[in-house]
């Protein structure tokens, strides 16, 4: 498959061939869903905590007599029955996380791009530095190359310039090519490459950088 290249004023310049293992492929759904459900699920804190009648503070003594009283046995204000008393199969913390087999995954990412470039949802730019980052500048490029929604913009590892001005535009979020993932290409409406980026994503190979 070949794509335009487009420069800074966004007009072509060239094309780039997309490589059709990577963005070729006929999409699996279930691959997708089941990386993407790893990759929200490792995402959770699983923090969330509770505590039985054994840790709750206090209780130590039973509040009255076995008998005689007229009222319901107790042996705790701390009963999960009562005011202030522990949680009777409440929430500890917990790892949400699951592990999605290699070859999933890889099924997955290349879904998910092959998704993307069948939508025509991938702009490649040629490569372009800035002297200083220029919030301003990046976004001028981004109206000429006519690009609307949210974007993912993949850098190469030396635009520092170049990913520092994305970082001010709403909507905006840059990747490195080992930081493109499955969960992130299906969550922007829009995908833009730097060539030199898109190169080293395709030399990498099959696999996406995070799961």
Same mark, same amino acid.
């Given at each position: 498959?070949?794509?335009?290249? #487009?420069?800074?004023?966004?007009? #072509?310049?060239?094309?780039?061939?997309?490589?059709?293992?990577?963005?070729?492929?006929?999409?699996?759904?279930?691959?997708?869903?089941?990386?993407?459900?790893?990759?929200?699920?490792?995402?959770?804190?699983? %923090?969330?905590? +509770?505590? %039985?009648?054994?840790? /709750?503070?206090?209780?130590?003594?039973?509040?009255?007599?076995? #008998?005689?009283?007229?009222?319901?046995?107790?042996?705790?204000? &701390?009963?999960?029955?009562?005011?202030? !008393?522990?949680?009777?199969?409440?929430? %500890?913390?917990? @790892?949400?996380?699951?592990?999605?087999? &290699?070859?999933?995954? #890889?099924?997955?990412? &290349?879904?998910?791009?092959? /998704?993307?470039?069948?939508?025509?949802?991938? %702009?490649?730019?040629? @490569?372009?530095?800035?002297?200083?980052?220029? +919030? &301003?500048?990046?976004?001028?490029?981004?109206?000429?190359?006519?690009?609307? !929604?949210?974007?993912?913009?993949?850098?190469?590892? @030396?635009?520092?310039? /170049?990913?520092?001005?994305?970082?001010?535009?709403?909507?905006?979020? +840059?990747?490195?090519? !080992?930081?493109?993932?499955?969960?992130?290409?299906?969550?922007?409406?829009?995908?833009?490459?730097?060539?030199?980026?898109?190169? +080293?994503?395709?030399?990498?190979?099959?696999?996406?950088?995070?799961?």
């Amino acid at each position: 498959m070949l794509l335009a290249v #487009k420069n800074v004023e966004g007009k #072509k310049v060239g094309d780039v061939a997309l490589s059709d293992e990577l963005f070729g492929i006929e999409p699996n759904p279930h691959a997708v869903h089941q990386v993407v459900r790893a990759q929200r699920a490792a995402a959770r804190a699983g %923090t969330a905590s +509770t505590k %039985t009648r054994s840790e /709750v503070r206090g209780g130590g003594s039973k509040p009255w007599r076995q #008998k005689g009283t007229g009222r319901a046995r107790a042996g705790s204000i &701390r009963s999960p029955i009562w005011k202030g !008393g522990g949680t009777i199969f409440g929430p %500890t913390p917990r @790892d949400y996380s699951f592990r999605v087999p &290699r070859k999933v995954r #890889k099924l997955a990412f &290349r879904s998910a791009l092959s /998704v993307a470039a069948r939508e025509e949802r991938i %702009t490649v730019v040629e @490569d372009f530095s800035l002297e200083a980052p220029s +919030t &301003r500048a990046v976004s001028e490029i981004i109206d000429r190359l006519d690009i609307d !929604g949210s974007v993912m913009v993949v850098v190469a590892a @030396d635009d520092l310039n /170049v990913e520092k001005s994305f970082r001010n535009i709403a909507g905006v979020e +840059t990747f490195l090519p !080992g930081e493109v993932n499955t969960y992130d290409v299906l969550r922007f409406d829009n995908m833009l490459f730097l060539k030199g980026a898109l190169d +080293t994503l395709q030399g990498n190979g099959e696999d996406e950088g995070s799961s």
